[in-house]
């Protein structure tokens, strides 16, 4: 069993695994070999203090990756025959993993092919070059996203709202639709173009694509509408400043999650099961904001069933993280009100929208 690790030292938790692994089948006929390109100026150091059990191999160049055709790190098992038997993509086989093949039982999770790296082509639609916008229900039935490079954008499993937000740089929540395009059907859109073009101008094309697809025509507007505000209880900022978050050499200036509880009548799954569109203030259990206080409203927005208007003045970025108690009562908007100074309450306000208009 090879485990492919390029960076060795800054996983030292990794190192404690496979010496554990490595003792636990040392009586059996398995070989567990790691193979490193790190730069032996930190590697040394690092396997003088935590010295590996088992064969360890240096590799600066990949050679040895490559030759099993693996573009990005696993465990490459191979049998007694010298037969390649899988890919592990968890890097470090399992005991559980070690154990079943040493009995000649199936591990499920082992892969075939190599793992490899994704590219922006992988994605490109297989369209002839040219200006029209194909738009066409989704092929794409489990999973979709947003693809593209400078000559193509894919968008797949998208419903209009979420489309034309993605577009226009909003929430869903923002989006006005005449009811019978508001029908949450999901689409593939995409366009292959003759040249190379940023990405405001391929947004442009599609937006205009849209419009003729679907007869309408949307504008940007503002309305009165009913709105969560924020503001700020006696000026105060929240209680701690934006944490960094670095990983792999980058920096992260903005993260976020929402945590939400919605009752839901037995039975119910699939597709009528799947999260909901939009939720009410009530329903927030935990918010987790690296940024801004438009970062915060933002993310909220993107669950809530109206959109978040930010009066707080606030400027600077902040941590953002109030999480509701374990019982059954929700006690969030008391939590974010105690802890971080912020009020939401209902009211309404004129909000910037994108109308869609049918022609």
């Known amino acids: 069993m090879l485990a492919f690790y390029p960076d060795t030292s800054h996983n030292p938790e990794w190192a404690l695994k496979w010496n554990a692994l490595v003792e636990q089948f040392a009586d059996k006929p398995v070989q567990l070999v790691w193979i490193t390109g ?45 037969k390649i038997l899988g890919f592990d993509h968890m890097m470090l086989p399992s005991a559980e993993t070690v154990a079943a093949l040493l009995e000649g039982r199936t591990v499920p999770h082992l892969r075939a092919e190599p793992p490899k790296m994704p590219r922006f082509e992988d ?8 200006y029209i916008v194909h738009i066409s229900p989704t092929k794409h039935e489990n999973s979709g996203g947003n693809y593209g490079g400078m000559d193509y954008s894919s968008f797949q499993r998208y419903d209009l709202k979420d489309m034309l937000a993605e577009l226009y740089g909003t929430t869903a929540i923002r989006i006005l639709l005449p009811s019978a395009l508001d029908d949450g059907k999901r689409y593939d859109f995409e366009i292959v173009l003759p040249e190379p073009e940023d990405t405001e101008s391929k947004y442009d094309r599609l937006r205009k694509g849209i419009d003729e697809h679907f007869h309408v ?4 507007e503002e309305r009165l509408l009913d709105a969560y505000v924020v503001t700020s209880s006696g000026g105060k900022p929240p209680s701690a400043p934006a944490r960094s978050r670095r990983g792999g050499g980058f920096s992260f200036s903005s993260s976020s999650s929402v945590g939400y509880s919605v009752m839901r009548p037995a039975g119910i799954s699939g597709e009528e099961g799947r999260s909901p569109k939009a939720v009410g203030i009530g329903d927030i259990r935990s918010i987790d904001v690296d940024g801004s206080m438009d970062d915060f409203c933002r993310t909220l927005e993107r669950m809530l069933d109206r959109p978040v208007v930010n009066e707080t003045g606030l400027g600077g970025a902040f941590a ?22 912020l009020v939401v309450v209902p009211a309404q306000r004129r909000t910037p929208v994108v109308v869609g208009t049918t022609l």
């Open 320 to 341: 953002f993280h109030v999480e509701s108690g374990q019982s059954l009562q929700n006690d969030f908007l008391e939590r974010l009100r105690d802890e971080l100074h």
């Open 38 to 82: 790190e730069n032996e100026k930190s590697l040394l150091p690092f396997l003088r203090k935590h010295p590996l059990k088992g064969w360890v191999f240096h590799d600066p160049d990949g050679a040895t990756g490559r030759s099993y055709g693996m573009e990005m790190p696993a465990a490459v098992i191979v049998g007694m025959d010298g």
């Open 123 to 130: 994605h490109k639609p297989n369209f002839p070059p040219s």
């Open 217 to 220: 025509a949307t504008t940007r």
